[in-house]
């Protein structure tokens, strides 16, 4: 997810140039303040003696080509960027820092040089020795050192103002999805809408980056600030219009999304998963409400909010602080929420949905939150959407609510949305239904309880047979969900396969064994284990009859299994189409 810059590495720029070019007056701030916290420290005070660091000016203009986050990619002249590990490898941060200031132009550092450079087997008499002996460390290095501990706060914003210094470019407008479930599927419905309606689209997240139709494979949910920014500036260069990104809880967490010009904000729910890294559910909902703070992401204008969640709350709280237009969906026909299904007619063919709206002028001016009470003035159209599975039906509501807000005549463009559903196709790996002549077998991401549940209770509406669901749980992660998946998975299908998943650095076995945890006879009986997973999955293709409907969750659009830091060839859809062929079903 990196643009080429080649044209613009050998090109240098000062902070203070930066400043003076720069059109946001919150970076104008933020580097002023920098500037003068730096200046103040006490780095700089007990080394007043060398000027590079007790002279702001020198500092602002020093030359530099870019900004680096990974000392391996460092080139010449470089600034890099220093910034707390979530690991807190000490040891690895100074090496970073020293390795860097041997490139660099100056080094921004989100960790207190001091205290980074202070080893345990250094005896002084007193801390203000310590700080001398390890000041006059940092002023024997390469480059200076600069103390930044809020460089989060903007650090988004001083790279976009780095790209946009020599070639300027219109950024897309952004719509950034949030939850534990849903986020591929909602930001690609929303890019396939807005790009139906005449704009040009691109996406952001697991299922891959790029515009619409040429994406490419992603690392991580979120990129790094660097590789976001980088990112969003291509997208500008090759003229899209529209930015339908995911925005996950670390990167949200992490301010990975700062800086980014995100207009329109969706909440999906809220359910197990990442406890791995927050502590608890309501750091969990904390990190996912900063999408919807407009001190993070000063362009925003539209909350859309899942109010059949019951995290709900969390994010309205938020939005209504943030003085945000705030629209609502819900499944629940009698709900008050802006967007309803108010009916729901499933086949295996998709769904037709009837769904009443009921929103002000787009003017951004008014206020509208349909939690509060009935409105007379609510219209109702039918929506026919190829798209499987009722929870679906709520993604889809949330991207008509959030192309709508992109808009300007709120009746004729959900006239115009409703008319372009059917075209519409769902994310690789969500609800994919892999082709064959009899039964019917789908390919699904679904890796939380929460989400297993889902979508075996869709599909159990159309099963006429047995409902089969194959799945794992990944190693190296939350080993508190593994009993809870295998619960979900065996109240909502007949028959379940247990197997492996990514299980990374861990046994295979013993994750299986920690998700058969709590089980009773009953469901044992229901119950088969098989720890690969290509077995696995040829398994259910042979077990299975023609009425039956058969599920592969877990991995969806992943095309590997990662093995003991090892990354092999593995795609649940290929692996069960070779299933099918040589099963003589496909």
Excluded at 398 to 421: C, F, K, M, P, W
Aim: hydrophobic content about 40%; aromatic content about 6%; charged content about 15%.
């Amino acid at each position: 997810m990196t643009v080429s810059t080649s044209s613009l590495n050998r090109t240098t720029v000062t902070l203070q140039q930066l400043v003076e070019s720069s059109k946001k007056h919150s970076l104008q701030q933020a580097l002023t303040a920098m500037m003068a916290e730096f200046v103040q420290s006490p780095l700089v005070q007990t080394v007043s003696t060398h000027t590079r660091y007790n002279q702001q000016d020198s500092i602002e203009a020093i030359p530099f080509h870019q900004f680096c986050l990974d000392s391996r990619q460092l080139k010449t002249d470089d600034v890099f960027v220093l910034l707390k590990s979530q690991a807190r490898h000490s040891q690895k941060s100074r090496d970073y820092l020293i390795q860097a200031a041997n490139s660099a132009a100056f080094i921004l550092s989100e960790i207190d040089p001091i205290a980074l450079l202070t080893t345990d087997d250094v005896n002084t008499s007193s801390l203000a020795d310590d700080a001398q002996s390890v000041a006059h460390q940092l002023s024997a290095l390469p480059c200076p050192v600069l103390y930044a501990p809020h460089i989060r706060d903007f650090l988004g914003d001083l790279i976009q103002a780095r790209l946009q210094y020599q070639q300027p470019v219109t950024l897309p407008a952004v719509v950034a999805v949030t939850g534990t479930n849903g986020k591929t599927t909602i930001s690609q419905l929303v890019a396939q809408l807005a790009q139906l309606m005449g704009m040009s689209s691109a996406v952001m997240g697991t299922a891959g980056n790029g515009k619409l139709g040429a994406l490419v494979q992603a690392s991580h949910t979120t990129g790094d600030a660097l590789a976001v920014q980088q990112f969003l500036y291509q997208m500008g260069q090759e003229n899209a219009d529209l930015l339908a990104l995911e925005a996950s809880s670390h990167g949200l967490d992490q301010q990975r999304l700062q800086g980014m010009p995100v207009s329109v904000a969706i909440y999906t729910n809220l359910s197990r998963d990442h406890l791995d890294y927050h502590a608890d559910m309501a750091e969990y909902a904390a990190a996912k409400a900063k999408l919807f703070d407009k001190t993070h992401f000063s362009e925003l204008t539209h909350a859309i909010i899942n109010l059949d969640d019951e995290h709900a709350q969390t994010m309205l709280d938020m939005a209504h602080a943030s003085a945000l237009t705030v629209w609502t969906y819900s499944l629940n026909p009698s709900s008050n929420a802006t967007f309803v299904a108010a009916s729901i007619n499933p086949s295996l063919q998709g769904v037709e949905i009837a769904v009443r709206y009921n929103v002000s002028d787009n003017t951004g001016n008014t206020h509208v939150d349909c939690t509060d009470s009935h409105q007379d003035k609510a219209n109702t159209i039918t929506v026919i959407s190829p798209l499987l599975g009722r929870f679906n039906v709520a993604n889809l509501l949330a991207a008509i609510a959030a192309t709508v807000a992109l808009g300007s005549d709120i009746d004729q463009d959900i006239e115009r949305i409703a008319a372009v559903v059917p075209q519409l196709q769902g994310a690789v790996g969500r609800m994919q239904r892999v082709p064959s002549n009899e039964g019917c077998f789908i390919v699904d991401y679904a890796h939380t309880p929460d989400a297993l549940q889902q979508v075996l209770a869709s599909l159990k509406t159309h099963c006429d047979g047995q409902l089969w669901a194959v799945f794992g749980c990944g190693g190296d992660r939350d080993a508190g969900k593994r009993p809870l998946m295998a619960q979900a998975g065996l109240a909502g299908a007949d028959q379940v396969i247990l197997t492996a998943d990514n299980p990374r650095t861990e046994d295979p076995n013993m994750i299986l064994q920690d998700m058969q945890a709590g089980m009773s006879a009953e469901q044992y009986q229901r119950t088969h284990i098989e720890p690969a997973r290509q077995k696995a999955i040829e398994y259910a293709v042979q077990q299975a009859d023609a009425a039956d409907i058969v599920v592969i969750a877990g991995k969806g659009h992943e095309t590997y299994q990662e093995i003991n830091h090892v990354r092999y060839d593995f795609d649940d859809s290929v692996v069960l189409q070779n299933a099918l062929k040589q099963a003589g079903r496909a």
